[in-house]
């Protein structure tokens, strides 16, 4: 749905903003933090491909992390941060300090101090791309504190994750730590007008870049 200038626009946008969020991040933990997003995607819910390996959290079964802020105002949507729980497991471990590259699914226990770091990541990167967003747009936004919620998804409702969405700007998402490497996702709903004005701005400057 998007072009190639569209997508590599959006690209470089996102990966400024969390960028900057790597950096509060890496403060906070006191260890270096790279975070990448090496792909945007502005997708229909209902044209998805559950074969597709690029949405395969989307529709994995087994226990889920998801973090969710909404927002609105002139720029309105829901934003998704999501993890299978043992990717969530090691990113926690890697904010606290203890380096493991993987733990098996069977093995992951999230506990309090697991969710408390979880909680803190999404609020600093879900707030970091959705208020750069807004100031792209010069648009005004309120939100709140992101909520956090585990759960457990099986092979009859893995779509229920957006069952009330239709299209989303996907943002596949990669955490580097000492050579530790947490892949994620983030998901942006946006309602209709939000998508017109974000592709109306892009267009307009793709249009001063190339004449």
């Not at 949405?55 to 079964?61: G, I, N, Q, V």
């Amino acid at each position: 749905m998007l072009t190639e200038l569209q997508k590599d626009m959006l690209t470089e946008l996102v990966n400024v903003y969390v960028g900057q969020a790597a950096n509060m991040l890496s403060e906070i933990v006191d260890k270096h933090i790279v975070l990448s997003i090496p792909e945007v995607e502005l997708i229909s819910i209902s044209d998805v491909d559950p074969g597709d390996r690029r949405y395969k959290l989307l529709f994995s079964e087994g226990h889920l992390f998801r973090s969710s802020l909404q927002f609105g105002y002139e720029f309105q949507g829901k934003a998704f941060l999501m993890f299978p729980a043992e990717q969530a497991k090691v990113l926690a471990n890697m904010c606290l300090g203890e380096l493991t590259e993987t733990i098996e699914p069977e093995e992951c226990r999230l506990l309090d101090t697991d969710l408390d770091v979880l909680k803190e990541v999404s609020n600093i990167l879900l707030n970091a791309i959705i208020g750069e967003f807004g100031n792209f747009l010069e648009m005004k936004l309120e939100y709140v504190l992101p909520d956090i919620e585990l759960l457990h998804v099986t092979h009859s409702d893995p779509q229920i994750l957006l069952q009330n969405e239709v299209y989303v700007l996907v943002l596949h998402t990669s955490f580097l730590l000492a050579d530790t490497n947490v892949k994620g996702i983030i998901l942006i709903a946006l309602s209709m007008n939000s998508i017109s004005s974000l592709l109306d701005k892009m267009n307009a400057l793709l249009e001063d870049d190339h004449g």
